[in-house]
T-cell receptor, first 115, second 114 residues
Framework: DSGVTQTPKHLITATGQRVTLRCSPR?????VYWYQQSLDQGLQFLIQ???????AKGNILERFSAQQFPDLHSELNLSSLELGDSALYFC??????????????FGPGTRLTVL | GDSVTQMEGPVTLSEEAFLTINCTYT??????LFWYVQYPGEGLQLLLK?????DKGSNKGFEATYRKETTSFHLEKGSVQVSDSAVYFC?????????????FGAGTRLAVHP
């Protein structure tokens, strides 16, 4: 158990809908990262937050957004869903963001299926 | 750009066989290197890491040595078990542009048979 929690575990929805994925980082971790894992794209970095502020953006679509709240939990919002958005979405956390050897600890993931 | 290349899977071995999964990287700076493992239906778990050249990371019988001269971080285990069946990801971490970015390889699936 990494200490990172994600809800829900599974999500099934229809095209055009909007969903929210939730992540709680490990106690004491200030950084939260979101990743998408799909069969054709592999593991792709989406976005990072540090202590409530957006720190970095990766391959995140404009239909997707995220935020980190004062209690440090984070939410990833996916809207106007398409079939191709079906994937595993992982959240990870780390203590900080100022070094290349800050380990990232991953949650169990949310499996999103868009029908 | 920065990237990680892993050998393609699946890798199929018998129990107690020797395992090598190759990983090479391209990076503009001085990365830290990681191996993550993903068991069926689970998230990624950090298996081992190395933060500078010639460091050896080890855990649960797995080892990998950071080779700067060959830009490699190959994963090895002397005797695999059925319970090692999983997908293994090599990754590099760079502090760049004010943040810590983690770049993954495509993953290598390992299947170990009794």
């Amino acid at each position: 158990d990494s200490g990172v929690t994600q809800t829900p575990k599974h999500l099934i929805t229809a095209t055009g809908q909007r969903v929210t994925l939730r992540c709680s980082p490990r106690s004491g971790d200030l950084s939260v990262y979101w990743y998408q894992q799909s069969l054709d794209q592999g593991l792709q970095f989406l976005i990072q937050y540090y202590n409530g502020e957006e720190r970095a953006k990766g391959n995140i679509l404009e239909r997707f957004s995220a935020q980190q709240f004062p209690d440090l939990h984070s939410e990833l919002n996916l809207s106007s869903l398409e079939l191709g958005d079906s994937a595993l979405y992982f959240c990870a956390s780390s203590v900080g963001t100022d070094s290349s050897y800050n380990e990232q600890f991953f949650g169990p993931g949310t499996r999103l299926t868009v029908l | 750009g920065d990237s990680v290349t892993q050998m393609e899977g699946p890798v199929t071995l018998s129990e107690e066989a020797f395992l090598t999964i190759n990983c090479t990287y391209t990076a503009t700076g001085y990365p830290s290197l990681f191996w993550y493992v993903q068991y069926p239906g689970e998230g990624l778990q950090l298996l081992l890491k190395a933060t500078k050249a010639d460091d050896k990371g080890s855990n649960k019988g797995f080892e990998a040595t950071y080779r700067k001269e060959t830009t490699s971080f190959h994963l090895e285990k002397g005797s695999v078990q059925v319970s090692d069946s999983a997908v293994y990801f090599c990754a590099l971490s760079l502090f760049s542009g004010g943040y810590n970015k983690l770049i993954f390889g495509a993953g290598t699936r390992l299947a170990v048979h009794p």
